[in-house]
DNA sequence: GTATAATATCCATATATTTGTATAAATAAA
DNA sequence: TTTATTTATACAAATATATGGATATTATAC
């Protein structure tokens, strides 16, 4: 159980829960829980967890921001797509057992004009382009979800 | 794009379009496409992957086993969930928006008796343990989830 | 069983990641 | 603006990960 993933793992939980406005705040809770760190480690996860900051009427927080985390997110379903195949009307992905729901359901929820549609089995995902040269843009976006490494900085 | 990823990636694409019957052939196909590695590091993916040898009856064969995948994708999944609340007859998940379908899917299809189940809305998740004291159960494996490490090596 | 082939692992090393310190850059307050 | 506060980053050290070579272990064939 790396450190890091544990810490992280915290963080999202207590923005989740707390309203925080700076981020030294946050790291005296996390001190107190016994995270051994730094502001400058903190700074570090804010921006590997796609936390931002926003201006509510309360003020200043810090929240988890679903488009950054959502990159993310679509790293780690790219762990769940084994294969992309298309014909002319359409593209076939394979899936780990079991996960073609789940993976045609981050695909849908992307709202990608050049999808029409999904349709999913339990290791199989229809992905239907809205014309067909469209298929091309698609299989490239699936090819990089599957090859985008995980946990990266975005500079 | 860390070598291993793509690496990875195309050994998991490989399996599944081609047969493949022993590391020796796999290699010399990686190493055909450009990938300089040994034996013992596609012997070390294949551990990591979750890959399986079964007897088929055109022989032995290497399969993504997806019960030994499945450990990886509920890392993956943990990723998405916030936070773990409850009162005295449900749970509350909350996850990262627009992922509660997706996690509640993932739930579901993991079968568990104490889990009777679960209602998703965009970040949230409800789940209805089959009596009171599962409750326990139920949350001590969702944190779990939550912080179980990715990409390890199961000895 | 024994021999052969295939796979996993130990050890050493190369490579990459994580983190703190110090400080620069950015933001908010005055 | 100018100052104070907050956050991000360059650099270096520490830590962890990935990998090849050699070999032990395991599985298959005989």
């Known amino acids: 159980m790396p450190v890091k993933l544990k810490r992280q793992t915290r963080i999202k939980e207590l923005l989740s829960t707390y309203i925080v406005s700076n981020q030294e705040d946050l790291l005296r809770l996390l001190k107190k829980e016994g995270f051994e760190m730094t502001q400058a480690t903190l700074s570090r996860d804010f921006a590997e967890l796609g936390v931002v900051r926003v201006f509510t009427d309360g003020g200043i927080r810090y929240i988890l921001n679903a488009e ?43 709202n990608k004009e050049e999808i029409i549609g999904t349709v999913a089995g339990d290791d199989t995902v229809l992905v239907i382009p809205n014309k067909v040269v469209s298929m091309q843009i698609i299989i490239d976006f699936i090819k990089k979800l599957m090859t985008e490494s995980p946990q990266h900085r975005n500079k």
Chains 1, 2 share one sequence.
């Open 68 to 110: 950054e985390s959502g990159k993310q997110i679509a790293k780690l379903i790219g762990f769940e797509i084994l294969s992309v195949q298309h014909n002319e009307s359409m593209i076939v992905m394979r899936t780990l057992a079991g996960r073609a729901q789940g993976v045609a359901h981050f695909i849908d929820r992307l």
